[in-house]
């Protein structure tokens, strides 16, 4: 028997509603776990291209364990197991307002900041050393050097490197559905569960996926034309 697919049964009343609220969830958790990484991700190279031997010791444990720790574990342990360390106060709060959004921010931006962090270090070596060292004859402070001459050629440098970073990051918002987020996919197992249309439900979140997807590529693209850099947005 050949099947039918009826796309219009998952795209009307509430179900269309459960899609486009999927999707606003996943950008939103994606805007704010991007941003929150991109400032850690600056923090964490700052600290371990200092030639602070400790500090570029912590930074690399931290990048070590986020890169070889599943994301989905550490979405688990901040959902389940770090909670039990935080004040009754807080706690409390959580309980009453909703812990799983804070959370699963918290463990996507720990984890893409150490990719960032990677990424920006790679850029730095692209950088002559003499750079670095003119700052500081001219009586500039490491982090005044850091902020107005390496810093934004490092931020040039990776920007391709950083806009894949950002489309690994948008795909692993799906994994929040695993503490109960209503994000894109968790709706999408929503809208199976309630039609049995298996097919029709994840096609559409794949297209929205899709579609989004080329979105953060096409911002890529668009920012390496104004900063001329070749790569970004591929």
Same mark, same amino acid.
């Given at each position: 028997m050949h099947y039918q697919f009826d796309f219009s049964a998952v795209l009307h009343g509430d179900y269309l509603h459960w899609f486009i609220s999927g999707t606003a969830v996943t950008l939103e958790l994606f805007a704010v776990a991007w941003a929150g990484s991109i400032v850690l991700g600056i923090v964490l190279a700052i600290?371990?291209?200092?030639? %602070?031997?400790?500090?570029?010791?912590?930074?690399?444990?931290?990048?070590?364990?986020?890169?070889?720790?599943? *994301?989905?574990?550490?979405?688990?342990?901040?959902?389940?197991?770090?909670?039990? =360390?935080?004040?009754?106060? =807080?706690?409390?709060? *959580?309980?009453?307002?909703?812990?799983?959004?804070?959370l699963a921010s918290v463990a996507l931006v720990l984890c893409a900041a150490a990719y960032v962090s990677e990424d920006l270090r790679s850029g730095f070596r692209a950088i002559p050393r003499g750079q670095l060292e003119a700052g500081r004859a001219l009586g500039m402070s490491y982090l005044s050097t850091m902020r107005m001459v390496l810093m934004?050629?490092? =931020?040039?440098?990776?920007?391709?490197?950083?806009?894949?970073?950002?489309?690994? %990051?948008?795909?692993?918002?799906s994994l929040a559905m695993a503490i109960g987020i209503a994000e894109l996919t968790y709706q999408a197992k929503e809208v199976d569960s309630n039609t049995f249309l298996t097919f029709e439900a994840f096609a559409v979140a794949t297209v929205i996926y899709l579609v989004l997807s080329f979105a953060i590529m096409f911002c890529g693209s668009m920012l390496a034309r104004r900063f001329n850099v070749a790569g970004a947005g591929r």
């Open positions: 600290i371990r291209q200092s030639g %602070l031997r400790v500090g570029a010791a912590a930074v690399a444990a931290y990048v070590e364990y986020h890169r070889n720790v599943p *994301l989905v574990v550490q979405l688990l342990f901040w959902y389940f197991a770090a909670p039990s =360390l935080f004040p009754a106060s =807080l706690r409390d709060y *959580l309980a009453t307002h909703g812990s799983e959004f804070p934004p050629q490092a =931020l040039r440098v990776s920007l391709p490197s950083l806009v894949n970073q950002a489309l690994l %990051l948008f795909k692993n918002t």
